[in-house]
């Protein structure tokens, strides 16, 4: 059994006044630290693995793309822009997740008025990067 426990939880529902939606709810995606440039993120492995027992790899990419999508909204808000809508998501798979917890580190890369791009590194409980996700988000302005 792990050592790791996960730090506090911050609830979307207060920062965003919604939830992060159905599938990151299912998959159990927690938030730790949230902010436009720096959002830290926890997901189980347990309950999101494909057939051979690992992490699906597209978790890792539920994961990044639900932090990055989550971070450029706040900063479209903070900043009454509009809304922020994922427009590119890629990931590149370095390693395995077999069990525990994977930690989800998210930067932004840029923040403009249409544009944001945030790099996410997944790492398992030892620090292993095991997937790098990067999305793009285009913000759809608000119409007067």
């Not at 027992?53 to 597209?58: K, P, R, T, Y």
């Not at 990055?68 to 395995?96: C, K, Q, R």
Request: with cysteine; hydrophobic share 40%; aromatic share 4%.
């Amino acid at each position: 059994m792990s050592g790791f426990i996960r730090p506090p939880i911050i609830d979307l529902n207060t920062v965003l006044g919604k939830d992060q939606g159905l599938l990151a709810l299912k998959m159990d995606i927690q938030w730790h630290e949230l902010s436009p440039e720096f959002s830290v993120a926890t997901m189980p492995v347990e309950g999101n693995t494909q057939t051979f027992g690992i992490l699906h790899g597209g978790s890792f990419v539920v994961l990044g793309e639900s932090m990055g999508s989550i971070a450029a909204n706040i900063y479209a808000h903070h900043n009454d822009l509009g809304v922020a809508v994922g427009i590119e998501v890629s990931a590149s798979h370095t390693g395995s997740g077999v069990s525990g917890f994977i930690t989800g580190t998210c930067r932004a890369l840029h923040l403009g008025r249409t544009l944001t791009t945030h790099e996410i590194v997944c790492t398992n409980e030892d620090g292993k990067r095991l997937s790098t996700v990067r999305i793009t988000n285009l913000i759809k302005h608000a119409r007067s």
